[in-house]
């Protein structure tokens, strides 16, 4: 960690999807209560996305907030782009990342390695439950993101065991159980003249959003002599609405919107049973049932695998239900509604838990030790890979020496050295060449040395490929025992072939000079297209040797592959000599690499759809590439 | 200036199995549902360890106990899972016994690659200095290393290794297998070596060897710390040595 002076508190950046005044709700007021009970210890900053727009840094209770433009939401998870860019920016300015989850975004930065010198700690407030596709594909960013945390913080120890994820985990999982300030809701005056008068007001509260399960609430409603009034906003109100209209309810169910929280404070204080229907496990703790035990109110709560049926306790603080029964649940409040003595009973009993075991003090104390630990702990930093240390100029220059010497040891070898597999090559071409002179009516000696170059070419790539699949294997001493960078040995695979295709391409150019009219124009305009040509078998073959480095069941995969490749693409027969419109032929992304130096060789212009085919594989190429450098550091454990 | 900074440094080493190779395996147990995580074994468990230059370490312990592995990671083969870890200088690491030698190519060439992928320009003047230093017959330059004995390619390598100074060096059970002649001269050079404000980190089983070239002997077990042994003086007194190992 870098050391600073006393004087200057820790900063921890909170990294969130959303926060106020976008949205109100159990999570947020989590984070709210962090960056108040530790403001004297850790100095705080929020980054969140926002819908609304408006001004981007923005100061809520004496916390900054940075919020980034998001375009709406996409399966419950907001689309900003520039979100991980931003949180990449940040993460240098912080002394410690404290991550809500589930909040796959950030888990995206994680996962790319960014921020590592940083310590996180991670807040689990629940898991993905609605969106099981989107789940199985982001549990494997979830899990490198647990994996590199410090600490991770859930509410009750229940959760731990009930989450399979967290249960691998369970060593660095700690449970904080939130915390509520129970004098905030010390309203005697409104107890005594308003409770039990009526006695039939039910109260619920939270987004509305489906797992919360107001929909039960509404239908357990019917045929009942309870009031219902939901505070909080969301997506669902449409829906409530009308089903609240259908059932017929309207007079007795009511939904009040948002409400400042002075006035949920109030409404907590004159309810006679506070309801909280949610159906799924993405409630794992339910605060507003904390809030209303600490307004001694009794709840009625559901028997999720979570800690909500451990924060109000069936029989003691709680009537515990099914969650999504709405026979059950209407049951459950009628009978609370009909025993007053009960209900000023368990909302006793609540106010006492409420006070006793879920303490801000504790919770703020529970949270300090652990970003504390968090941030003392040394920063798992990793040095940056060999290749790095030696510097790419360096890098390549081995390799050149190393081709060097291959190039060198064959002429040791024989006299005539790599010219043997031009002369080899020369044959090809006159055997081919003949036979498919018979294929079609222009002269065959036209298409010579047309036809040597792509088989040069061809034996290029294919042999680039094929050499990096056992590159690294064959270099195992030089990569553990010398500590060269793995790379080296790829690009020494480029490097030799194509010292040998220098050599092969005497067979072409021979032919060219002898039976061709001279025209340099054509072959000018052909250099651009054989520089990219070049650049995407690099690209392969850093790509396609790490991968049957690590994967030794891919090398004849690839083998195959090449040999198919080469039949089906138009390399000793050319694209006029088969039906135009074969799509194999089109799709082929061999068809317009060769097309774009080959065309403007013979033509003097190239096709613009293979020049933007071409140019998006080798963007696609390239990414790949980075990704496999970056990879490339755990090569020696492959070989 | 040289130094080497290790703290906390945790190495979780992979162990994969026949089928952790096979790319059809991993994708269909993952569809399966049933990808087994690969196994992981901790070859480095927590090691702290400060060298400034001038320090000569020897690393000991039984088999398997890290060391290998151990210079590795200082040599930067592998990425370490977890702690911090500081290497200023330049590194010339010796660790296998034929480390990145070209067999099929003749003692001359080899010696060049070798020199070249230090970054270093070979001339003949520099080849045959070196070659002096093995005190090898002249024509056996041209011979194919593959017609040397272990001890003869030791003294090669040995001799191109430390040509040039320096700034740290590792070595893996190195000078045990040349004979005793040119195993004093080899120390001898390493005293230099280390004289020009170099680290040299050596993992032997030799434990004389190790008290002669060492100022700190460390003893590794499974990955961890066991001792460190510090030796005062660089060359102690040879006949206490046979007594306590008599």
Known sequence: MIPHDSARRPSVLHIFKVYYPDLFGGTLSVIRDICAGLKDIFSAGVLVCSRTGGKSRIVVNDVAVERVRSFGDVLSLPAAPTYPLRLWRRIAEHDLLALHAPFPLADLVFAFGLGRNRPLVVHWHADIVSHAALRSFVEPLMRRTLRRAEAIIVSDAVLIEKTPLLREFADKCHAVPFGIDVSKYNLPALRLDRVNARGRLVLACGRLVPYKGFDVLVRAAVDRSFEVWIVGEGRERLRLEELIKSLGVQDRVRLLGSVPESERVKLMCIADVFAMPSVTNAETFGLVQLEAMAAGRPVVNTSLDTAVPQVARDGIEAVTVPPGDPEKLGDAIDSLIADPERRRRMGEAARHRAMTKYSTAAFSKGIETIYREAAAAPAPTVRASRAAAIGWPHTIQIAAALAWSDMRHRYVRSLLGPFWMSIQMAIMVAVLGSVIGHFSNASAVARLPMLALSLTAWTFLNSVVLDATTALQNSASLIKDRALPPVIFLLQCVFRQGLFALHNACVPLILWLFLVPKDFSGAVAALPGLAVFIACTVGLSLVLGAMATRFRDLKPIIESGLTLAFLSSPIIWSPEMINQGSAVMRLNPLTHLFAIWREPLSTGHVAMPSVAYVLAGLIALAVASVVTVARLRKAAFWI | ?246
């Open chain 2, 1 to 246: 200036m040289a130094n080497i900074t290790l703290r906390d440094i945790c190495l979780d080493y992979p162990l994969y199995g026949a089928y952790d190779f096979s790319l059809k395996r991993r994708l269909l147990g993952r569809l399966a549902g049933a990808a087994a995580p690969i196994q992981t074994i901790r070859a480095i468990d927590n090691i702290s360890i400060e060298a400034a230059a001038g320090a000569r370490i020897g690393l000991a312990g039984p088999n398997g106990s890290g060391k290998s592995t151990l210079l590795r990671l200082i040599a930067g083969v592998y990425p370490a899972t977890s702690g911090h870890l500081a290497v200023t200088g330049n590194v010339v690491p010796l660790l296998g016994l034929n480390a990145g030698a070209n067999m099929d190519f003749v003692a001359a060439d080899n010696i060049s690659l070798l020199l070249r992928i230090s970054g270093r320009k070979p001339t003949p003047a520099l080849i045959d200095d070196i070659w002096a230093f093995t005190e090898l017959e002249e024509r056996m330059q041209r011979l194919p290393l593959r017609m040397f004995s272990s001890g003869m390619l030791m003294r090669v390598l040995f001799a191109t290794a430390t040509a040039f100074p320096a700034d740290i060096l590792l070595l893996d059970e190195w000078l045990s297998v040349v004979d005793e002649n040119f195993s004093a001269k080899a120390e001898q050079r390493l005293l230099k070596l280390v004289s020009q404000a170099a680290i040299v980190i050596i993992a032997s089983h030799d434990h004389e060897l190790l008290r002669r070239t060492c100022t700190s002997i460390v003893n590794l077990d499974h990955g961890r710390i066991v001792n460190t042994v510090s030796l005062e003086a660089p060359s102690p007194h040879p006949f206490e040595l046979r007594e306590k190992r008599a």
